[in-house]
């Protein structure tokens, strides 16, 4: 009884910390040609597109969108605590006509890319940070910026040559797989709807994750980019300003945690992946 009231208390009070941060936090709304509505059985996934690293593939995803592709398809590679991995199948080596996608794993570092810092170093690069909302990270000796594999990330999957991306995608579900970092075309993330995705079915571990048809696979029902929905229904989804003072407050509070439960400091580091970065929505006009 004693153990569950301290949690209780301790719970109480970072959750108390975490709603004043809130109230404090910038907000910009997410640009309705950059915000996909994908709609499971399960529920609806809220994604912020990142044309900034990965235009090409971008592109070829919204006009899969526009052209209704993913329709009725379903996730059906989905391994507990990695990846759930939705599309036709292309991956797995089923065919289709989608022109291949060149690899776009970083993007040369120029003055002009917003970058707010995390730590440096850190384990998998020389710095991480957010840029315009995403988590990502960047080495000013080689030139160069990537986003990074966090939960909730959006990647396109491909074969082992660089350049095989084309239709099927993946959203990172479990611990950050940062190993990944440079080596996939990441596009996106999830900014609302990460419990729908945790619901997607898993396939067995034996069989590497993979759902055989007569499974049964979690639907994507439609996927729909927000510009193309009627004003009066469209979502206003509003996300984190990881460029404003608040944001980077934010990030400093949680690198230095003098919370009085902790009897041994923390070492102040942070990893860019346990950085809160979920967004709101709005409205559904």
Known sequence: MRMKTLLLLLSCSFWATHVHAQDETEWRAVDPERLVVMTLDAGVVF??????FAPATVTQFKRLVREGFYDGLSFYRVIEGFVAQGGDGSDMGNANSEPTIKG???RKLTA???FTSVQKPDMFAAETGFSDGFAAARDPREGTAWLTHCPGTLAMARL???DTSSTD????IGQAPRYLDRNMNIFGRVVLGMDIV???RRGAASEGGMLSETDTRTAITSVRIAADIAPSERPAVEVMDTDSAAFAAMLESRRHRVHEFFQHTPAPVLDVCQVPNAGRLLSAN
């Open 47 to 52: 994604l912020e597109l990142n044309s900034t």
């Open 104 to 106: 776009e794993f970083e």
């Open 112 to 114: 002009s890319l917003p």
């Open 160 to 162: 082992n040559e660089a």
């Open 169 to 172: 995608f993946y959203i990172v």
């Open 198 to 200: 945790q619901r997607i």
